[in-house]
């Protein structure tokens, strides 16, 4: 009776011991490291002018968007000074899911919030591998508020049309030796662009108050709210720098 209990008894863990090793080894064999990165890959090519110019609140960027409107990149790599080799730079963005519809070169912040775009690639229906040719871009601040900001908002009452108002140009070539240390017009011992001092320039004051003593006219409600959010702030931080034109 006993002798029986005891091969019932090895029987029995014979058998559990067997189920334990089956359940841990499915037969299947796993890589010993992960792949860390899949999707597509853009390489960007270019030469950018005024690349080292911006300040640490922002960006020069790479970046995946899933929508134009979206306000924060999905994925992005930073492109900085070591990105450029005999005046030419490349940088590639790798993990590109298949929700990415563009890439962009483009300002972000350092939450990764988009602020302005240079050029774009619609990588939607693209291979794995994308070739970014984006030619010469003048990607310096200034000429950044010049094309985002000037140009839309304020060229055709100040130089692009028969009108100058002010006597001010800010059409292209013109608007940076007429507002950068030149003195105002209009409001006493102040001058219209002020190198690092952003708070004492005419031009962050009438941007930036409803009603300012010696201007007339209200250029405050001019401004959208996109570029309240950011067009205003990299022009005083523009100023802040030194207001360079390059």
């Known amino acids: 009776m006993e002798i029986s209990m005891k091969k019932y008894l090895f029987a029995t863990l014979l058998a559990l011991t067997s189920i334990g090793l089956s359940s841990c080894d499915d037969g299947r064999i796993y890589p010993e490291t992960a792949k860390l990165s899949e999707g597509k890959t853009v390489q960007m090519e270019g030469v950018l002018t005024g690349l080292s110019g911006w300040p640490g609140a922002y960006r020069v960027a790479i970046a995946g968007f899933e929508n134009a409107d979206d306000e924060y ?15 030419k730079v490349s940088v590639e963005l790798s993990g590109i899911k298949d929700n990415i519809k563009l ?5 972000l912040d350092r939450l990764r919030r988009h602020i302005i775009t240079f050029k774009e690639v619609d990588v939607s229906s693209a291979s794995e591998n994308v070739k970014m040719e984006v030619g010469t871009v003048d990607i310096s601040m200034f000429n950044t508020i010049q094309q985002n900001f000037f ?3 304020c060229a055709n009452c100040h130089g692009a049309s028969n009108r100058v108002a002010a006597d001010l140009y800010l059409t292209d070539g013109k608007s940076y030796s007429a507002l950068v240390g030149a003195d105002s017009k209009r ?7 002020e190198p690092n001092d952003a708070a004492g320039s005419v031009i962050h004051m009438v941007l930036n ?21 950011t067009i205003l702030p990299i022009i005083d931080s523009w100023i802040n720098n030194g207001a360079k034109e390059n």
Do not use: P, W, Y
């Open 73 to 87: 990149a999905d994925v992005s790599k930073v492109i900085t000074s070591s990105d450029v080799t005999d005046g």
């Open 209 to 229: 108050q409803e009603s300012v003593e010696g201007i007339s006219m209200n250029h405050f409600d001019l401004v959208s709210e996109l570029n309240k959010q």
């Open 151 to 153: 140009n839309t908002t």
């Open 187 to 193: 409001v006493s011992n102040k001058k219209l662009v």
């Open 103 to 107: 890439v962009r070169l483009c300002i």
